[in-house]
């Protein structure tokens, strides 16, 4: 018996959300009980914490505030590359083997394939790279002497990390159904991605197509020439505009409502 056909049971679930749980379980397994959780953990911390201590740790270092927002220009920087890979991955390395056939046989609704992913996918990047790293990155900063840190703001900074992450998450989702192989999916999404904490792409798009910044997750977690809206949360300060989280909000929707329409309508 294979490793999915002992993680899918019968069950009675009718409607979109059919055999759901099932994908759930079987996606959560892949996560959670394999070493996928904690190696993914290992290289968040050495890439967005390892960076942030060295910084730290240069006697001719700028202030505590400016590592900061290089902390989140890094996490804007790199952290879209992977969960881009990953989350393409997830459905593509299934449709070329034949696996999303395969399920899709059984009793699963196409919706639920989807949500399944967002779902076990969106919990694992939380953790693995929200959570944790931006946890330790509070400690840095208390610890470097950053002091009057606001908690509740500090829990929206993780707010809108996790969102510029689903953004790219739901992205790559739907261009995983969008296209047969990775590199369409991977080139757009990178591309999105690298606009906002690359400045030789931020500052002419800045001079001629400003009002992008407000359309696209940029301003959440990169600064674009400008204090990113994370900072103001993290400082208790109040937000200078919520048009990039709505905006935000509303791509992920229709990300994961065009990957569920053009999912329904493949054949396997």
Not at 163 to 192: C, E, H, K, Q, V
């Amino acid at each position: 018996m294979t490793t999915y056909e002992s993680s899918l049971t019968s069950n009675r679930t009718l409607g979109w959300r059919m055999g759901l749980r099932n994908m759930l379980s079987k996606e959560n397994f892949a996560w959670w009980r394999t070493r996928r959780w904690w190696t993914q953990i290992l290289v968040a911390v050495l890439i967005l914490n390892g960076s942030l201590a060295l910084n730290l740790r240069d006697p001719q270092r700028t202030s505590v505030d400016l590592q900061a927002i290089n902390f989140l220009n890094t996490s804007a920087l790199f952290v879209p590359i992977l969960i881009v890979i990953l989350t393409q991955d997830s459905i593509l390395s299934e449709r070329h083997s034949g696996t999303t056939a395969w399920v899709l046989s059984k009793p699963l609704q196409r919706p639920a394939f989807i949500l399944s992913k967002l779902i076990a996918y969106g919990l694992g990047f939380l953790v693995t790279w929200v959570l944790i790293p931006n946890i330790i990155f509070y400690v840095q900063l208390v610890a470097a002497g950053r002091v009057g840190l606001s908690i509740p703001g500090f829990i929206g900074l993780i707010g809108l990390s996790f969102l510029n992450l689903l953004f790219f998450m739901t992205l790559a989702l739907m261009l995983a159904t969008l296209f047969n192989n990775r590199a369409p999916g991977l080139g757009i999404s990178l591309l999105i991605a690298w606009m906002g904490p690359l400045q030789i792409l931020a500052r002419p798009m800045d001079k001629y197509v400003p009002w992008l910044e407000n359309l696209l997750p940029w301003r959440l977690i990169s600064s674009f020439g400008k204090p990113p809206l994370a900072g103001y949360l993290a400082l208790g300060a109040p937000l200078p505009t919520v048009v990039p989280i709505i905006a935000t909000v509303l791509w992920c929707v229709l990300f994961v409502g065009v990957a569920i329409w053009r999912i329904s309508r493949e054949e396997f």
